[in-house]
């Protein structure tokens, strides 16, 4: 089975530019998760889809990002314009079930990251 | 506020244990315990979660007591490959991970 992937593996773009990243979950996973980590920082969470759904978001920056899962499957963060302080690394991460059944937590399944730099 | 507190580094020569405790003080009733591992330049992998008791599986051990304030990752015999840094944290069902700064575990030949 494939696990989750992410693209791309390194983005350097100048400040103003736009940076769309892209993550592929494990497929059939219901939940997909973006994280990042900027600066030696620790890792903190930006938004979790259910499906297409965004189920919370409240952890996304500001209304520069903007993420989507079209149809449920892969999905994309858009980073629009950019600006210095959003370099770091982006982590995705899709775990299987929504609904919380008893006894059931599900593992979250990481995808090796994608480091952004912006100039 | 951080859910749980680990120390900040650790080192240990090849092939002993190694123990890295956790506290969490404020544990929910429903919260489970789950312990990643990351090397640099990759996400951090699952390594093993327990609700109480004793888990094992085929890389660790976690130790939590009957008060499920503190849990201890177990780690036998490591190896140089072992060198990361290691996540505990505390979750439930399908809601997002709360990282702290973890801990770097140094494994010393």
């Known amino acids: 089975e494939a696990g989750v992937t992410q693209f791309p593996s390194h983005s350097v773009i100048e400040k103003g530019q736009t940076v769309t990243l892209r993550c592929d979950p494990i497929?059939?996973?219901?939940?997909l998760y973006w994280y990042r980590r900027v600066m030696g920082k620790e890792i903190k969470f930006l938004l979790h889809?259910?499906?297409?759904?965004?189920?919370?978001e409240s952890g996304m920056p500001n209304n520069r990002f903007l993420a989507e899962r079209t149809g449920g499957t892969y999905s994309t963060l858009k980073v629009q314009p950019a600006e210095l302080e959003d370099s770091g690394v982006y982590f995705c991460?899709?775990?299987?079930?929504?609904?919380?059944?008893?006894?059931?937590?599900?593992?979250?399944?990481f995808g090796p990251g994608t480091r952004l730099t912006v100039l | 506020l951080a859910k749980t507190t680990q120390p900040i580094s650790m080192d240990s020569y090849e092939g002993q244990e190694v123990n890295i405790t956790c506290s969490h003080n404020?544990?929910?009733?429903?919260?489970?315990i789950t312990w990643y591992q990351q090397f640099p330049s990759q996400g951090p992998r699952f390594i093993i979660q327990?609700?109480?008791t004793k888990v094992t599986n085929e890389v660790a051990s976690l130790f939590i007591p009957a008060d499920r304030k503190s849990s201890t990752l177990s780690l036998p015999r490591v190896s140089l490959s072992d060198t990361a840094v290691y996540y505990c944290?505390?979750?439930?069902?399908?809601?997002?991970?709360?990282f702290g700064t973890g801990t770097r575990l140094t494994i010393i030949p």
């Open positions: 497929s059939g996973h219901d939940n």
């Open positions: 944290l505390l979750n439930f069902g399908n809601e997002k991970l709360t």
């Open positions: 327990g609700y109480k």
């Open positions: 991460a899709s775990s299987p079930r929504w609904g919380s059944l008893a006894g059931i937590t599900d593992t979250q399944y």
């Open positions: 404020n544990i929910a009733t429903n919260d489970y």
């Open positions: 889809f259910v499906k297409e759904s965004k189920q919370d």
